[in-house]
């Protein structure tokens, strides 16, 4: 299984961006997916996850109502729309997939057996 993020960029407070995860090798329905981000000098926290079917999401306090997660089972890819991008959201954003994630371990870096090779988000003020 090999995921593929991209979607990245310098954009300016305020504005969007969508990074894009596309999904290869195994059949995308059976994996949960989620993004996690670096910041620099800090660890790897849970964004947004999403599970198999797409019927529900998880979003962490710091981008709830600003960011959201999707998925398209025809083109093997998930989606995060960002908004109202704040310059604390600066970071290297990775996607991951999971064939066990449960809603119990949806932020839980542990949980996914697939990640991406990340892709950097950078908002100026």
Same mark, same amino acid.
């Given at each position: 299984?090999? *995921?593929?993020?991209?979607?990245?960029?310098?954009?300016?407070?305020?504005?969007? *961006?969508? *990074? =894009?995860?596309?999904?290869?090798?195994?059949?995308?329905?059976?994996?949960?997916?989620?993004?996690?981000?670096?910041?620099?000098?800090?660890?790897?926290?849970?964004?947004?996850? $999403?599970?198999?079917?797409?019927?529900? $999401?998880?979003?962490? #306090?710091?981008?709830?109502?600003?960011?959201?997660? =999707?998925? #398209?089972?025809?083109?093997?890819?998930?989606y995060?729309?960002?908004?109202?991008?704040?310059?604390? #959201?600066?970071?290297?954003?990775?996607?991951?997939?999971?064939? *066990?994630? $449960?809603?119990?371990? $949806?932020? =839980?870096?542990?949980?996914?057996?697939?990640?991406?090779?990340?892709t950097?988000?950078?908002?100026?003020?």
């Amino acid at each position: 299984v090999q *995921l593929q993020a991209s979607g990245g960029g310098l954009v300016q407070a305020g504005n969007s *961006l969508r *990074l =894009s995860c596309v999904i290869s090798g195994r059949t995308f329905s059976q994996y949960a997916m989620a993004w996690f981000r670096q910041a620099p000098g800090k660890e790897r926290e849970f964004v947004a996850g $999403i599970n198999r079917s797409g019927g529900r $999401i998880y979003a962490s #306090d710091s981008v709830k109502g600003r960011f959201t997660i =999707s998925r #398209d089972s025809a083109k093997n890819t998930g989606y995060l729309e960002m908004n109202s991008l704040r310059p604390e #959201d600066t970071a290297v954003y990775y996607c991951a997939a999971g064939p *066990l994630v $449960i809603s119990s371990n $949806i932020a =839980s870096q542990n949980a996914y057996y697939y990640w991406g090779q990340g892709t950097l988000v950078t908002v100026s003020s």
